[in-house]
């Protein structure tokens, strides 16, 4: 598996999305309780946690799949909820994952890959199938151009669905538990493609329980719980370490598993 480079996405110069006081609720079911989050260009931030503390809702919003109660979130220094994007151009700035792949059953992987460059960028079939090529031999499925999802191993289509999220040259990565559907065998196959996603110079905001992923590629830890950041720093440190009481709790119980 040859590894990904997007070396334009290096750099420092301020944050590159910013999350203020984001507050989330479903009628009397509060999610996010005034959460602030900034993450630098080219972080790779990990977000761990209880099933149900929010932090899947967290990473939601950041593209707007989950609209905020009141809050501010800033991509690029842009207010991405004042109208001066529009949802399709923020989903282009911030390429997702989901923990099912989602690709389109009738399409060929070629065609997956393409289909939105060609009709959101307006990007030439010829382009946006060489572009689609590259990305497939840098994931490691050069091969399977041509095959149809149910043709491949869930490894092998989640692979897939990060090549498509990269075809449309996302700022910022979001994956929300990509590995979590995934049977243990072709779990790793998945994280070695995030972890030269990460080596790139990707930003990218990760909900997993992949405390291993976490320890290694991670430059933040941020455990959410309750619906707040309770305790967040160097993953090895909020690892070895943990300073909260909830955190303790959290990672015995990961432990355990």
Known sequence: MNAISFPHRIGTG????EMKK?????GDNVVLKGVDLNVQRGEVVVIVGPSGGGKSSLLRCA?????INSGQILLEGED??????????IRQRVGMVFQHYHLFPHLTVLRN???APRRVLKESTADAERRARELLTKVG???HADHYPDQLSGGQQQRVAIARALMMNPHVMLFDEATSALDPELVGEVLAVMKDLAKSGMTMLVVTHEMGFAREVGDRLVLVAGGNIVEQGVPSQVLDFPQHERTKQF?????KH
């Open 80 to 89: 991405v909820l004042g109208g001066s994007l529009n949802e399709d151009q």
């Open 14 to 17: 301020g944050p590159i999305l």
């Open 141 to 143: 499925l050069s091969e």
């Open 113 to 115: 890959l393409t289909l």
């Open 251 to 255: 990672l015995a119980r990961m432990t």
């Open 63 to 67: 593209n707007l799949l989950q609209r």
């Open 22 to 26: 984001i507050h989330l609720s479903y």
